[in-house]
């Protein structure tokens, strides 16, 4: 656990020794989370600046405030600490407002700091689609051998990282983290704070396009995981996708590909989808040819169960842990099947959504017995590829489901390009929100209905699966 000291010295490199005897105990970047004895790091940001909440976090038992001066409410009783002056013997009062330039940044040198008092390895997982369910196999297969750490949900953005790496406490020998990115540079510096051995890229699509404006730079921020490895490192790139595979010319590192092209150093062969039984497939490194079944559901999970296959490989493990990992259901994390009303069943892929990770879902959905009902909400940081995205899908969707449920305005395109698709316009359905779409569903849906449910974050289409669900599940 981190103390006082410890954030004077990574931010100073000064280490007052009053300071080390108290400890923090978790940081916090939203103040509704503080407890008493956490630290609370106030970020600028687009929506809210978090400068605004000290108060709260204040109120709630945060000890210590990280905080920009040009930014800080007045007044403040709390004691202001400005570490330009701290020296040795600072004497410290609490709670302690820890003025920097950019707290930020500061967050983040902290976190490097602590990072290298760690002897491990650590795994980076950066992807347009499919980062957290990767790191969780990745995980699971390093598990097997090693104390493995890994990031809770998904904190892998310039301030969930260091939140990440902040709550590692005990002495892992091996810590999987996700590094996602909105703009260049970004993966870059994450680099820098968890430094990295090996760098998994699963795939380059169009998230964040709004931002970054062309599939090319995006391609070109993944690139930097790759870029940032030591020699001595693995890349482990996903050799079937053409934006993916030429980074191994930008990295230092050892590489390994995987994918379904036999021309991969790691390969999978005859795949069979067993619906919600998971998947089966021939699995080829070398002269190695092995026969496996994971519990991972939908024939695009193959490509996660081979990235953290080739983790496995690069960690010199051998095949009998590689796939006892595999084959360890705490892996799946994204995607459950839940009873629902009427002896329907609900398949949840309700956290995010891409171009991408949809049509994955539709292609699972084509695998499962029963009538297939695809409730589909709007996609949303597409930028100018908004269309064509949704149009897309829809296309997808015409040829595998048996009902398309279109939710939000977005999603409009889905339904009418399905209806162009040659779809039937009495099986294509528009709700203009969830509460509709709830309200629908539950005059629609019949014992022995497989129902996938899926759209962007902002859609919160959990809400659906919960009001739908027999247990009123919440989550998973």
């Not at 904190?155 to 810590?175: C, H, I, V, Y």
């Not at 995205?389 to 015409?398: F, K, N, Q, S, T």
């Amino acid at each position: 656990m981190l103390t006082l000291a410890d954030v004077a010295e990574a931010l100073t490199g000064k280490r007052p020794a009053a300071w080390a005897a108290h400890s923090i105990a978790a940081w916090h970047v939203d103040s509704r989370q503080c407890v008493p004895g956490s630290a609370f790091v106030a970020l600028p940001g687009e929506q809210t600046d978090g400068h605004r909440h000290i108060g709260d976090a204040l109120s709630r038992g945060a000890q210590v405030v990280l905080a920009e001066r040009s930014r800080l409410p007045e007044p403040l009783a709390a004691a202001l600490i400005d570490l330009g002056a701290v020296t040795t013997q600072a004497v410290l009062q609490l709670p302690a407002i820890v003025l920097a330039p950019s707290s930020l940044r500061a967050f983040q040198d902290i976190a490097a700091w602590w990072r290298r008092r760690f002897a491990l390895q650590v795994i980076g997982v950066t992807g347009s689609v499919g980062k957290t369910i990767t790191k969780e196999t990745i995980a699971a297969v390093l598990g097997r051998r090693f104390r493995t750490y890994k990031s809770a949900g998904n904190l892998n953005s310039e301030s969930g990282l260091p939140l990440a790496l902040l709550a590692m406490d005990s002495r892992p020998e091996r810590a999987v983290f996700e590094m996602g990115m909105y703009d260049l540079g970004e993966i870059t510096r994450l680099a820098e704070i968890a430094q990295p051995h090996i760098g998994v890229v699963t795939n380059v699509g169009p998230s964040h396009l709004e931002r970054l404006g062309s599939i090319e730079r995006i391609a070109q921020a993944k690139a930097e995981l790759p870029r940032a490895l030591p020699a001595d490192g693995w890349a482990v790139l996903n050799g079937d996708d053409p934006l993916v595979s030429p980074m191994r010319h930008v990295t230092a590192a050892r590489v390994i590909t995987y994918g379904l092209d036999p021309a991969n150093d790691l390969w999978a062969g005859d795949v069979e989808g067993l619906g919600l039984k998971g998947t089966r497939f021939w699995v080829h490194h070398g002269s190695t040819r092995l026969h496996v079944t994971v519990p991972l559901l939908g024939r695009h999970s193959v490509h996660t169960a081979l990235a953290a296959a080739a983790v496995g490989i690069a960690e010199g493990m051998d095949w009998e842990e590689i796939i006892g990992g595999l084959q360890d259901v705490s892996g799946q994390l994204r995607l459950a099947a839940v009873g629902a009303i009427n002896d329907a069943t609900l398949i949840d892929d309700t956290y995010n959504a891409s171009p991408t990770s949809c049509i994955a879902a539709l292609n699972l959905l084509s695998e499962l017995e029963g009538r297939k009902i695809a409730v589909l909400a709007d996609m949303l940081e597409l930028g100018d590829y908004e269309r064509e995205a949704h149009e897309l899908v829809g296309r997808r969707a015409a040829e595998v489901a048996d009902i398309v449920v279109a939710v939000g305005s977005r999603a409009r395109t889905i339904g009418a390009c399905a209806i162009d698709e040659g779809m039937d316009r009495s099986r294509v359905y528009f709700c203009a929100d969830k509460t509709a779409a709830v309200a629908l569903l539950r005059e629609l849906l019949q014992a022995g209905d497989m129902v996938l449910v899926k759209g962007s974050r902002g859609m919160a289409m959990e809400d659906v699966v919960t009001q739908l669900s027999v247990h009123r599940h919440h989550g998973h």
